[in-house]
């Protein structure tokens, strides 16, 4: 079917009253800078309908600015070239949105398509936004609130992620949802500085930085949307085995069997953590503060080993997390070490990352949780990676959205995924 969204104008929404700050400028950390200009994109499915759900939001969007004011601001250069936040209040991009069919036919349309196809339909869902990255003095979040036919409705957001990462904006729009649901406050009061993240040194997160941007892709990456079923994960699963190591291990274990022909030879999984605890940062930060780390293995025994081998390799990495950050490690010194490491390789390293359990589900404007969660994004040239999504309501298993393999290797990818 032809999915038709009619969009009201762009308008500006701020703060709803004046706000009282500590402090107009707010200087990034370490985990900040790199991200400045990137933008990341969440869709929201709502299924079930509130009163006016347009004017609903917006309202409780710019009550919301209040309490996370550095939202509603800009980011500036110092006199030494430095970037931060300044806390101007000129507020966020907001658009209405109608569209021709109902939630149900739109997430049918989607899961039809081809990657590429269904990101067209997803860029009617979310207010346009440059492909090369957010301009200094744009506004961190572009939101866009789109009604269908049934009552349901989407909320499309394209935030900077300087300014916040994915916990970040999962908890600002938990908070647009407490206050679209009639709550005086936030449940959660927001920080937006701490001492400890400013206080990482720039080498802690350089060689994730490096790790992101410092491959060699021999093309553009093929776009897949993958669906990792629950009787796969459940295969997989012992008693304390998690979804996403069962995901990863998968994924890692599919990918390797395509791209890489000497067993001998190592290979990566790289995968993001958010660091919060680990690091004792203030209950209710919404910067930056995630990590990579990686687990290592040889070829072989990802590709034809015992799976659960896989995953207990994964394991012992994310157990190792606390000891690394303690040591000022991302990345351990061996994998980062330039020209010495498969880090640098296309085919000997993916990243998985994940947006299971981050908060983006548990959004409620007032009819209830989100009952899907998407993203999307463009092949690029950067590090394979694979990205995992919550399920489709009433299906247990994973979505993934994959840039991980070359169009090359698509085909062999897609028949290993099948194949599980």
């Known amino acids: 079917m032809s999915i038709v969204v009619s969009k009201s104008p762009s308008e500006v929404v ?20 790199p991200l400045v200009i990137a933008p990341t994109v969440v869709l929201q499915v709502f299924e079930h309908p509130i009163h006016d759900p347009v004017e609903t939001i917006r309202r409780a969007l710019s009550q919301a600015l209040v309490h996370y004011y550095p939202i509603a601001g800009r980011f500036a250069v110092d006199d030494d070239d430095d970037v931060h ?38 860029r009617k869902l979310v207010v346009d936004y440059p492909a090369m990255g957010f301009g200094r003095g744009d506004p961190f979040v572009l939101m866009q609130v789109t009604a269908f036919s049934c009552g349901g409705f989407v909320v499309g957001v394209t935030w900077n992620h300087g300014v916040a990462d994915g916990f970040g904006i999962a908890q600002f729009l938990q908070a647009v949802g407490e206050l679209a ?28 930085k490096q790790f992101m941007f410092g491959v060699t892709v021999p093309s553009k990456l093929a776009l897949h949307n993958i669906t990792i079923s629950s009787k796969l994960i459940n295969s997989i699963r012992g008693p304390s085995c998690t979804v996403f190591e069962a995901v990863a291990a998968a994924l890692w274990r599919c990918r390797t069997r395509v791209v890489m022909s000497d ?21 209710g930060y919404y910067g930056n503060c995630a990590t990579v780390h990686v687990a290592t293995a040889k070829s072989g025994e990802v590709a034809h080993g015992d799976i659960m081998d896989v995953v207990r390799t994964i394991r012992r990495a994310k157990q190792q997390v606390p000891e690394q950050l303690l040591k000022g490690e991302m990345l351990p010194r061996a994998v980062g070490a330039p020209g010495k490491h498969p880090i640098e390789r296309y085919e000997s390293a993916l990243l998985v990352t994940s947006w299971r359990n981050i908060g983006l589900e548990d959004v409620d404007f007032g009819s209830g949780k989100t009952s899907r969660v998407m993203t999307m994004h463009e092949p690029t040239h950067i590090r394979p990676m694979c990205l995992v999504c919550l399920p489709c309501k009433g299906d247990e298993g994973a ?13 062999a990818f897609l028949r290993e995924i099948a194949m599980l």
């Open 181 to 208: 649901r009639g709550l005086p406050t936030p449940l959660i009061v927001p920080v937006r500085s701490d001492k400890v993240t400013q206080a990482i040194s720039p080498s802690f997160v350089e060689s994730a």
């Open 399 to 411: 979505k993934v959205l994959s840039g991980c393999v070359t169009v090359h290797h698509s085909d």
């Open 85 to 122: 936040i300044d806390c101007t209040g000129e507020g966020v991009t907001f658009v209405a949105a109608s569209a021709n069919c109902t939630i149900l036919e739109l997430m049918r349309d989607i899961d039809d398509r081809a990657p590429d196809a269904a990101t067209t339909v997803l």
């Open 263 to 283: 067993p001998e030879a190592p290979t990566v999984l790289a995968f993001t953590v958010n660091s919060r605890k680990y690091m004792g940062v203030k209950a």
């Open 14 to 33: 701020r703060p709803s009253e004046p706000v009282k700050m500590d402090t107009r400028k707010i200087n990034l950390s370490s985990f900040d800078k």
